[in-house]
Structure formats: C-alpha cells, structure tokens
C-alpha cells in the first residue's frame, strides 16, 4: 500500500520506517526541512535504539522516502497517518491543536477520492469528528501506545492495535495496513472515533497515576521510615496490582504524559464531567521534584550558594534523547536558581538539554561532572550510571554525598564507600 506520515518526530519517523519495514511504499512529510534533509541521508534526528537501522534499511529499499511537501503527500498515497504534536498550550493545561489543524487544512486540498486520514497524534475527544467535518475525505483515529527507548520494539510488536472508524471500509483499509500484525496475532479493538481517542488518554492517565500512586506511598514511608521499594515490591506480586509503573522517584515526565493528563483533564471539565484525581497525580508529582531538590539541599548543609553540584541525567528517561518537561532538568535548574553551580551529565541528551537549559554546564563524561562536587544527584537511570564506582567517585567529589532520585543505585555500596546517600521514599 502507499501511506503517507505527516508529521516526523519521534512518533511519525518511527512510524513511517515501520510501515516500510512490513512492506509498504511510505512517504514521510515534515515542516521541518532540517529533519526531512537528515532523515532522507539516512541521519536519524534524534536518539532512539534500533531507529538507524530501521530508517537506513527502508531508504536502501527503496520503500521510504521523505518530503515537505503536503501537495506531494495528497497526491502519492490514499491513507495519511497524522502524527504531528499536540503540545501543552501555553499558559493553559489543553492541547494546542493548531499544528494538526494546519498540516490537516495543508493535506485536505489536494487529497485524492476514496482517501483515508488517520490520526494518531494523541488528541482532547472529539477532534476526530471536528475534523471528519472540514476534510473531503474519510477520518479515522488509530492512536499509538509506543514508548520512547522501546518505539522501534513497540510498533512493530503492539500490545494491541486500536482503531476509531466511522465505516467497516475503514476498518478493511486499517486492517491491510496492520496485516503482518494481526498475523501474528496482536489483539484488534476497533470502535468509534471518541473511544479510540479516549482509550488514549485513558491508558496515559492511568499510567501517571500508577506512579503519583507509588510516588504518594513513597512520602508517607518517608513520614514514617518506611521503605517504599519493599513496598512496591509486595504490593507489586498481586497480579491485579502488577509490578510495572511502581518505581517511585522524582517522577514522571516526557512530551506526553504530563501534557497528556493535563488536557484530558481539561476537555473533560469542558464535557462537565469533573478528573480532579488527575490535578492531584500532577501535584504529587511535581513534589517528588522538590523532594530531590530538598534532600540535596540538606546534604550541602541548608543552602546552595556557593555550592558545585553535579546531575547524573538530563533526559525525561534513559534510552532516549528527549529533554521534554524532564524531571531532571527542572531539580537542576531550580537548584541552580537557588545559587549552586549545576554540572549535568547525560549519555544522549546534552545537546537538547543545553538548548532548553543555557545556564547550567554539562560536561562529557560522569566523573567528570562530580568533579569538586558538593552533593551528586542521580536523576536518569542510564545503565552507566550503575556502573559507576563510588570508590573512584570519591576521589574527585568536595564532599561524598548522593541523592538517587531513581531509585536505581545499591545504597549499600555506595555507604560502604563513604558516602552518605538519601532516596525518595527509603531511609
Ligand atoms: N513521543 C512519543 O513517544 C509518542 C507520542 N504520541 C503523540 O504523537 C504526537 C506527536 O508526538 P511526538 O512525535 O513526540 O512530537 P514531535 O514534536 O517529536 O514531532 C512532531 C512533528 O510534527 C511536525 N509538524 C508540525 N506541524 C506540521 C505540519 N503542519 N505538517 C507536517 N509536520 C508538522 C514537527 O515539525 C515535528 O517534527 C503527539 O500527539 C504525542 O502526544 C503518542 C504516542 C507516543
Ligand atoms: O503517549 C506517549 O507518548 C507514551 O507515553 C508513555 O511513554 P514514555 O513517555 O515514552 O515513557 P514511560 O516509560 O511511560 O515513562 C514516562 C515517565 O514516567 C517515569 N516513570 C515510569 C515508570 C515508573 O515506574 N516510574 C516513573 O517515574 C519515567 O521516568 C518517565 O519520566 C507511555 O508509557 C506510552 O505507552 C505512551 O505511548
């Protein structure tokens, strides 16, 4: 089949390289043409594990290729997946929607009879049907689940496939589409337009508060001397409960689940049904982050004038570049504007980081980082990081003292070292 992706961020690129890889004729379209540029040379435009290989491959084939030109993209296929961003607005908690209103208004001039435009982008319910009204052309919504650092793994082999359609000839298209996936047995949900885009923001807000759950638990074991890992962990071996998404910390972050709470919540105000729950897994959430600065402070001695500190992590997670609404980046530069010098280190992401975060410095290497440092916070659980010896660490920090704001170092070892070390939620 011909398809085209109109929007190639971290959702659409990966898209379109995946529906390459099981066979389709794809063209991917950008505003961009910086990105359009690197990812037609083979160059992918941000960090994501297994992305080149997938992209370089497909290109080789001859099976992808890449554009900025809707016109173009109107005219080479008949099913268009939108994958463009649906950013927090500014100064509001809803979804701006004027990137999909205008790669939609670009795309619906010159779409061809019988088309098929797909969201994906992740969307307040009922911007399907607003849209299904101003395009000549069929809309459906088939929202992605995909997790950044896992998104090659994630598209190809869904937990399921979820479709909104209006017609069964819809569905028929989607299920071409997916064929090799369905082959292989990933389940199918097909529905309406407004269930597809609710399963969405439904699935995202329960993920943020699984972890506003555990990150709650976590400060009352810090009232009381608890443990909160143990806790988890008990909790954890009931299946109904489950393990996953009870690490607690300084949170959750990311382009889409901070944003994505905050405008379901919001559209659904506007629906008069009250998700006031989601404000409080917001609130806790971004208390986490001025635990790990309080614990920090702590350490220094009660003020950071003056103080060196070093950051362990600058992206939202490990295994991806992305520095958007990171938590370790918003501790590092509220312990920056509290008058420390902040020295941030991260396997992949410095370059965003820096362009988001002027003030603080970033240095190459982790040692490096904690050179003459005061307190050492560890922020993003890199796989390096848990390498790292505390015995060498120690050799060039001003004083041994860590926050693991993941949960993710032995505190054993590193006290066994010299270092005095504080975690949220454990003693
Ligand atoms: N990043 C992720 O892991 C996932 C993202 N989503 C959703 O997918 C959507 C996209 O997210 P990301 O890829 O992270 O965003 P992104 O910001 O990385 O990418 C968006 C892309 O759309 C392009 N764009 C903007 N206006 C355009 C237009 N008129 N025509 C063509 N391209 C245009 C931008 O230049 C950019 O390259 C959002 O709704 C997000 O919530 C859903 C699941 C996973
Ligand atoms: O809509 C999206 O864009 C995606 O949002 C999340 O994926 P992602 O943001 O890539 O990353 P997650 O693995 O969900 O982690 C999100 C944040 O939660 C934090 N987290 C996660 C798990 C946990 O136990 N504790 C915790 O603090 C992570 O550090 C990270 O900051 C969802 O997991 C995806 O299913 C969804 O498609």
Redesign the pocket.
Known sequence: MRLTV???????AVHAACLAEIGHEVLG????AA?IAALSEGRAPFFEPGFPEVLTRNLASGRLRFSTS?AEAAAFGDVHFL????PQQPGSQAADLT?LD??VA?LAAGLRPGALVVG????PVGTAARLAARVPAEVAWNP?????GF?VEDTLRPDRLVVGVTSSSAEAVLREVYAPMLAAGVPWVSTDLATAELVKVAANSFLATKISFINAMAEVCEATGGDVATLAEAIGYDVRIGRQFLRAGIGFGG??LPK?IRAFRHRAAELGVSLGFLGEVDEINLRRRARAVTLARELVGGSFAGRNVAVLGATFKPDSDDVRDSPALAVASAIRAEGARVTVHDPQGVDNARAAFPGLDYSPGAQKACEGAHVVLHLTEWDEYRELDPEALGEVVAARALVDGRNALDASVWRAAGWTVRALGRR
């Not at 994906?120 to 969307?123: C, I, P, Q």
């Not at 992605?144 to 950044?148: K, N, Q, S, T």
Request: glycine share 14%; proline share 0%.
């Open positions: 109109i929007g190639t961020g971290y959702l659409g379209v950008d505003v961009d990105r809707s994958c463009v961003g649906t990137y205008a790669a670009d994906k982008s992740t969307v992605e689940f995909l997790r950044e998104a382009g889409c994505d």
